[in-house]
C-alpha cells in the first residue's frame, strides 16, 4: 500500500505543477481558435486555396 500512497502523492504534485501550464496552453489553443476561425469567416476562397495547396503539397510529400 505505502507504493500506491507514494505514487497518489506524485500523481497530485505532478498535477497541481501543471494545472496553470496546461490553463495557459488552453487558454491559447482558445484564442488560436478563434483567429483562425475568423480569418476563415472574412476570406473563405483564401482558407479554401490554402487548405487545398497544404493537402496537395502533403500527398505529394507523402506518395514518396
Excluded: H, W, Y
Aim: aromatic share 4%.
Amino acid at each position: 500500500m505505502a507504493t500506491t500512497d507514494t505514487l497518489s502523492e506524485k500523481a497530485r504534485e505532478m498535477q497541481s505543477r501543471m494545472a496553470p501550464q496546461i490553463d495557459e496552453a488552453r487558454r491559447e489553443l482558445d484564442s488560436l481558435n478563434q483567429r483562425v476561425s475568423g480569418f476563415i469567416r472574412e476570406r473563405p476562397i483564401a482558407s479554401l486555396a490554402i487548405a487545398l495547396t497544404a493537402g496537395f503539397i502533403i500527398g505529394r510529400i507523402a506518395s514518396r
